[in-house]
């Protein structure tokens, strides 16, 4: 590349313009894979509460299952005994709020999507708070899973 190219004000301003929609598109990246991750926090919570299996004293449900986990899936974090009680608690504390919420199974641009028209209004809340969880960092969940099973 010539040293003209490089001073050039346009060419320069380009080169920024394209630093930014990069970082752009890796923030957007990453608060995608963010939301991926918590409804499948929450899927697990889920599936936790259907089975009831921590219920059984003694059975060290969590440390099985998080051993169970890492030998099926050794290059994932996230499977400590103490992450998993934290997403039944994660489906335990919103669950209430959002009774049913629908799961990500596949995005296509043929889905057959709900009209707005269709939904009530509190069909449309539930929505938007179910969307909303799912934007908030996991580390800000377990915060407040902290504070509101500590009393």
């Known amino acids: 590349m010539s040293k003209l190219i490089k001073t050039d004000a346009d060419y320069s301003r380009w080169i920024q313009e ?8 890796q923030i957007k990246a990453a608060t995608r894979v963010n939301q991926e991750l918590l409804r499948f926090y ?16 003694g059975s060290g449900f969590y440390k099985n299952l998080s051993q169970d986990l890492k030998d099926v899936l050794p290059e994932s974090d ?29 995005d296509s641009v043929h889905a057959n999507l709900p009209q707005l028209a269709e939904n009530s ?10 969307d909303f969880i799912f934007l908030v960092p996991w ?8 504070k509101l099973f500590a009393s």
């Open 121 to 130: 209004e509190d069909e449309m809340c539930q929505q938007l708070v179910g």
């Open 78 to 106: 996230g499977f400590s005994p103490v992450n998993l009680f934290y997403m039944r608690r994660f489906y335990d504390l919103y669950s209430a709020i959002i009774p049913n919420l629908p799961q990500a199974v596949e």
């Open 18 to 25: 394209l630093k930014d929609r990069y970082r752009c598109a």
């Open 139 to 146: 580390g800000h969940h377990r915060i407040i899973i902290d």
């Open 42 to 57: 929450w899927s697990v919570g889920r599936d936790i509460v259907a089975r009831d299996a921590e219920n059984k004293y």
